[in-house]
């Protein structure tokens, strides 16, 4: 399981950024897919999830700003983050579950597979 994730930056608060996780040799659509984050000096939390069905999951923290989706056909899971704020500065990373369950979706040993992370900072 090869995951790549991609689309971070530096951007001011109030901005937005589209977070990409692409995978490769195999079908993400096969599974379910999270977000996780971890900002200097924090445990790696979980922040948003689709599962296998495309039920939709977020942390209360960003519910309503960021938005997860899967790119028809493209093999690929995105997260548009829009209404960043200086404590969303963190990596990024994605990761793969080979299963049709969302139970625990936050809890890190149940992936499979983790992308390399992408760096998103917001600051002024």
């Known amino acids: 399981v090869q995951l790549q994730a991609s689309g971070g930056g530096l951007v001011q608060p109030e901005s937005s950024l589209r977070l990409s996780c692409a995978g490769s040799?195999?079908?993400?659509?096969?599974?379910?897919v999270a977000w996780f984050r971890q900002a200097p000096g924090k445990e790696r939390e979980g922040v948003s999830y689709?599962?296998?069905?495309?039920?939709?999951y977020y942390v209360d923290s960003v519910r309503g700003r960021f938005t997860i989706s899967r790119g028809n056909g493209k093999n690929t899971v995105y997260l548009q983050m829009n209404s960043l704020k200086p404590e969303d500065t963190a990596v990024y990373y994605c990761?793969?579950?080979?299963?049709?369950?969302?139970?625990?979706?936050?809890?890190?040993?149940?992936?499979?597979?983790w992308g390399q992370g992408t760096l998103v900072t917001v600051s002024s």
């Open positions: 990761a793969y579950y080979d299963g049709y369950s969302a139970d625990n979706w936050r809890q890190k040993s149940r992936y499979a597979g």
């Open positions: 689709i599962s296998r069905d495309n039920f939709i």
């Open positions: 040799g195999f079908t993400l659509d096969d599974g379910g």
